[in-house]
T-cell receptor
Framework: KQEVTQIPAALSVPEGENLVLNCSFT??????LQWFRQDPGKGLTSLLLIQSSQREQTSGRLNASLDKSSGRSTLYIAASQPGDSATYLC?????????????FGQGTTLQVKP | NAGVTQTPKFQVLKTGQSMTLQCAQD?????MYWYRQDPGMGLRLIYY???????DKGEVPNGYNVSRLNKREFSLRLESAAPSQTSVYFCASLGHTQIGELFFGEGSRLTVL
């Protein structure tokens, strides 16, 4: 059974710091991996999606990497800002193929202090 | 550009009452999903609809029913609400491409007393 784990559960950093959020999964046969952002009281917004054939994806100050063999993904946030404060979740599809049946990690709650 | 719209945003029910959560997407997506989010449990799939006219159970379907009314709308019904169904409910739809991006609504916060 696929399990997704995110460590740490919470992280507090000063503004301007570069940081890495971790996501691990137990079954390497994944179709893709998505990173989401969730602001308090809001829905989830997709940040980056990495296909199983890709090693990384970049969007602005965000870079997500994928290492299927080790069952790990990292989300790198460069030059963090207070506006980056949110909960970040990673998720992989249940089973093989393209599906919205996702298995989520518990999330990492990030606080960036001015 | 509304995306995925959920109503109501907040609801308080008494144990045993029934209600329906509504979800509509304007992106012409085929597949739609209902998740619940609970502290310490993360997001869990309740039901999904791979295409218009089909529905299937997810990880936690007990106590819920769904209806795929048409391609746009996917509703979630609680027939007899229980305190254990106090949660935040999210509807989502799956993008057309083979990439597999999932689009979420803002959520419906339900409290069952």
């Amino acid at each position: 059974k696929q399990e997704v784990t995110q460590i740490p559960a919470a992280l507090s950093v000063p503004e301007g710091e570069n940081l890495v959020l971790n996501c691990s999964f137990t079954d390497s046969a994944i179709y893709n991996l998505q990173w989401f952002r969730q602001d308090p009281g809001k829905g989830l917004t997709s940040l980056l999606l990495i296909q199983s054939s890709q090693r990384e994806q970049t969007s602005g100050r965000l870079n997500a990497s994928l290492d299927k063999s080790s069952g790990r993904s990292t989300l790198y946030i460069a030059a963090s800002q207070p506006g980056d404060s949110a909960t970040y979740l990673c998720a992989v599809p249940h089973g093989s193929g393209n599906t919205g049946k996702l298995i989520f990690g518990q999330g990492t709650t990030l606080q960036v202090k001015p | 550009n509304a995306g995925v719209t959920q109503t109501p945003k907040f609801q308080v029910l008494k144990t045993g009452q029934s209600m329906t959560l509504q979800c509509a997407q304007d992106m012409n997506h085929n597949s739609m999903y209902w998740y619940r989010q609970d502290p310490g449990m993360g997001l869990r799939l309740i039901y999904y609809s791979a295409s218009e006219g089909t529905t299937d159970k997810g990880e936690v379907p007990n106590g819920y029913n769904v209806s795929r009314l048409n391609k746009r709308e996917f509703s979630l019904r609680l027939e007899s609400a229980a305190p254990s169904q106090t949660s935040v409910y999210f509807c989502a739809s799956l993008g057309h491409t083979q990439i597999g991006e999932l689009f979420f609504g803002e959520g419906s916060r339900l409290t069952v007393l």
